[in-house]
């Protein structure tokens, strides 16, 4: 199998991975999105989305990924649906073997994005969207005026109960130690906006009926079970990168993310980082759309150096 060339390779079709491709394609640069299922990442999952701009009435989060998909390629980015099975990100050109052949490109745009950690518990999976939810910025006003838990204890967590408590009915925060992880700051604001805190207490079932009606509780210390009645269930226990591919040819931080600033520049030269893979505060469909405007920016950059002969740039 022949191996494709591109100006620039973008691994993964989410939002930072489109506009990427978009804005590089725009430029008047050959452009291969590479993604193993569908466009759209995370985003595609979502029933409805409310926060992202331009859509006064909301999106389905699978038809967002759809047009923006049609976008880039209008402007001549292909799309490639495969799955990556290994990197060489230092070469030059960089190589991307894949379940489609390998491909070569001159700069390469990461954009594989990080999956909400599961509690793991039977029937979770098919809850999700009907009861249980893993972004409360994303999915809490479908909640408005009812009542809802929030699983973990580390600053998500407690942020994401502090603003559903000014959405919803009762909040209460669902933690299996007998401390917070979070900073100490959010603690007296969780007391003021009346969230209450059940401690030493893990999640053992969820209670259905066509959607979540409550959680079976397990007393870590005691064994005590009880049930808990409520709409919904906003699991904030971490995030885990999709970051696997890239282990030991780009820096990353503690937990797995790749390292990359505002620029999106990574580690190595000719490769950035967009989206939910990177290290950063904020992770939304708008900041991962933002991430690759500025991707494609500092890769154009890139591009122009090579064509002088300056790649270390």
Known sequence: MSTAHYDVAVIGGGPGGYTAALYCARSGRS???????SAGGQMATTDQVDNYPGFDEGINGFELAERMERQAQRFGAATVYAEVTGVELSACPKRIESSEGEFTADAVILATGA??????LPGEGALRGRGVAYCATCDGMFFKGKTVAVAGGGNTAVEDALYLSRLCKKVWLIHRRDRLRASAVYHRALEEQGVEIIWNTR????????????????????????????????VAVGRVPDTALFAGQVDMDGAGYVAADESTRTSVPGVFAVGDVRTKAVRQIVTAAADGAVAAHYAEEYLLSLAEGEGSA
Do not use: M, Q
């Open 203 to 234: 999640i053992t079932a969820l209670r259905r009926e066509k959607r979540l009606t409550g959680l079976e509780l397990e007393d870590v210390n005691t064994g005590a079970r009880r049930e808990l009645e409520c709409d919904g269930l906003f």
């Open 115 to 120: 999956s909400p950690r599961e509690l793991g």
């Open 31 to 37: 452009v291969v999105v590479l993604e193993k299922l």
